[in-house]
């Protein structure tokens, strides 16, 4: 059974860059969709960036678009989120999510299936 491993967030200051990751362990995410999301205290957990197999098409939520780069290197299983310019704003614990049937690139949290236990972001002032 495919299991999701984030790593890379931290205590950081406003205007900093991070690097998150996701491994896949236990199988391969390298034919599946994966997204990264997020939920900040009190909020609901919303998409900040998503891609299909390939990583060939990518998609950015609202509220990092402009700040933050999906990438894939489906040789290691792994998929990163580069996130740049961070502000207070961006603390909250950051998931990735793999969709076990689905290729093509996916905004819709329900076909998310596969979960990772998240890692912390936060962003100092």
């Known amino acids: 059974q495919v299991q999701l491993a984030e790593s890379g967030g931290g205590l950081v200051q406003a205007g900093a860059s991070l690097r998150l990751s996701c491994a896949a362990s236990?199988?391969?995410?390298?034919?599946?969709?994966v997204g990264w999301f997020r939920q900040a205290p009190g909020k609901e957990r919303e998409i900040v960036a998503a891609?299909?197999?390939?990583?060939?098409?990518?998609y950015y939520g609202e509220s990092m678009r402009g700040r933050v780069t999906i990438s894939r290197d489906n040789a290691k299983n792994i998929v990163h989120l580069q996130t740049d310019r961070l502000n207070p704003d961006d603390t909250a614990v950051y998931y990735c999510?793999?969709?076990?049937?689905?290729?093509?690139?996916?905004?819709?949290?329900?076909?998310?299936?596969?979960w990772g236990q998240g890692t912390q972001l936060t962003v100092s002032s």
């Open positions: 891609t299909n197999w390939s990583g060939g098409s990518v």
């Open positions: 236990g199988g391969t995410i390298t034919g599946n969709a």
């Open positions: 999510a793999a969709a076990a049937r689905r290729r093509t690139i996916t905004t819709d949290i329900g076909d998310y299936d596969i």
